[in-house]
């Protein structure tokens, strides 16, 4: 079984940052395709940011230029920097790993999310 948790929600103001965290259970860290989802009330799950094993990386437009997306294998961590935020980025935010995890498929697994709400 694998577990995801992530941390690093919460509360900021439009043009501030956050670093939101997830670490990994078990030892196929390395070897998983791992990322993040958003989901803003009466809206559709959306894809954030996504990092392979391998490192290489892939953004939503609406994000490029502001988040980065980063993994530790050593800490089985995968990390989204974002920063110059904006309202229209509040969401709950998951962390997802599975094989490729773009698109979203029955094998990949789901941390509980995190709430990130830019407001002043």
């Known amino acids: 079984q694998v577990h995801l948790v992530e941390s690093g929600g919460g509360l900021v103001q439009p043009g501030g940052s956050l670093r939101l965290s997830c670490a990994a259970s078990?030892?196929?860290?390395?070897?998983?395709?791992m990322g993040w989802y958003r989901q803003a009330p009466g809206k559709q799950r959306e894809l954030v940011a996504a990092i392979t094993s391998a490192g290489s990386t892939n953004y939503a437009d609406s994000v490029k230029g502001r988040f980065t997306i980063s993994r530790d294998n050593a800490k089985n961590t995968v990390y989204l920097q974002m920063n110059s935020l904006t309202p229209e980025d509040t969401a709950v935010y998951y962390c997802i790993a599975g094989p490729v995890v773009v698109p979203i498929s029955p094998y990949d697994y789901w941390g509980q999310g995190t709430q990130v709400t830019v407001s002043s």
């Open positions: 078990g030892s196929i860290f390395s070897g998983v395709a």
